[in-house]
């Protein structure tokens, strides 16, 4: 089952924090975040897995509690560079990774 | 060198023809997608093989066929190829519990 991203859309001008959520129905395994520019293939961010642990990567971070099986991806003093789609991928089993339908990140100089 | 590819970038052709997409990986990973990337960014998993076994088979017309004739190759084939199959195809691969690698996809356009 997919899971939810919120918000869809948000703008921020440079040096602005922004905070995007991904929530599932089912028990999760595992969390993927992803960035995809326009026209280019996602790249990969951070991968959690279960034990609600908080990963950091410069200055976005993100941490995923297994019992609300909700994950949050935190971008703090955004830079031009970061704008792009954002998916959560959610993974049960069987090397199933599901993802969000995005959010589009646009941060303004 | 480039750890998946994919060929051909794009791809433009008239309805009810056949056409294949191709990938490749040379990360070594067991497992390799599918996924349909649709004009509103949905990135939607179609099929996964794991050294060289389908494992997953989402709901996906019948004229799409996987075929991965080795663990490091997994092409796509469409039969009769409708208006509606117009997305970006991409492949990735991954291993264990690392991070799916993408292709840069294939940006298939049914006229």
């Known amino acids: 089952q997919q899971p939810v991203q919120s918000p869809q859309a948000v703008i921020l001008r440079e040096g602005e924090d922004a905070v995007i959520n991904c929530s599932s129905s089912k028990a999760l395994y595992s969390v993927h975040w992803y960035r995809q520019k326009h026209g280019e293939a996602p790249i990969f961010l951070m991968i959690?897995?279960?034990?609600?642990e908080q990963k950091g990567h410069d200055k976005i971070s993100a941490s995923f509690n297994e019992k609300k099986q909700q994950s949050s991806l935190y971008l703090t003093a955004s830079q031009l560079s970061y704008s792009g789609t954002y998916f959560c991928?959610?993974?049960?089993?069987?090397?199933?990774?599901?993802f969000g339908k995005g959010t589009l990140l646009t941060v303004n100089p | 060198d480039t750890a998946v590819s994919q060929t051909p970038k794009y791809l433009v052709t008239q309805m009810g023809n056949d056409k294949s997409i191709k990938c490749e990986q040379n990360l070594g990973h067991d497992t390799m997608y599918w996924y349909k990337q649709d004009s509103k960014k949905f990135l939607k998993i179609m099929f996964s093989y794991n050294n060289k076994e389908l494992i997953i088979n989402e709901t996906v017309p019948n004229r799409f066929s996987p075929k991965s004739p080795d663990k490091a190759h997994l092409n796509l084939h469409i039969n009769s190829l409708e208006l509606g199959d117009s997305a970006v195809y991409f492949c990735?691969?991954?291993?264990?519990?690392?991070?799916?690698?993408f292709g840069n996809g294939t940006r298939l356009t049914v006229t």
């Open positions: 991928g959610t993974e049960g089993s069987n090397y199933k990774l599901t």
């Open positions: 959690l897995l279960k034990g609600g």
């Open positions: 990735a691969s991954t291993q264990g519990n690392s991070p799916l690698h």
